[in-house]
Nanobody, 121 residues
């Protein structure tokens, strides 16, 4: 069994910062691409940032220069440092990862439960 658990969301004023974490646990053989998505109620989930297994980061245009994705491979944890937050960043943020479980031949996609980020004065 594999789980992704996000934390670090909350309420912050415009211009503020938050750091999201996503911890992967369970019978993990290897983790490939990991990323962050976000969703506003009534809208489709959208891509925020992604880190390939090579380490190369990719960002949505709307967050480039403000958000930084990083990983702690020893702890199987993904981070998203969010600076200069704007009201339009308000959403539920979801962690996503492609994970190969031990004793399995298939890499499957997993999602966390989401963490709410609200940017408001």
């Amino acid at each position: 069994q594999v789980q992704l658990v996000e934390s670090g969301g909350g309420l912050v004023a415009p211009g503020g910062s938050l750091r999201l974490s996503c911890a992967a646990s369970g019978t993990i053989e290897s983790i490939q691409n990991m990323g962050w998505y976000r969703q506003v109620l009534g809208k489709e989930r959208e891509f925020v940032a992604f880190q390939a297994s090579s380490g190369t980061p990719h960002y949505a245009t709307s967050v480039e220069g403000r958000f930084t994705i990083s990983t702690d491979t020893l702890q199987n944890t993904l981070y998203l440092q969010m600076n200069n937050l704007k009201p339009e960043d308000t959403a539920v943020y979801y962690c996503n990862a492609y994970i190969l479980q031990r004793n399995s031949e298939r890499t499957l996609q997993y999602w966390g439960q989401g963490t709410q980020v609200t940017v408001s004065s």
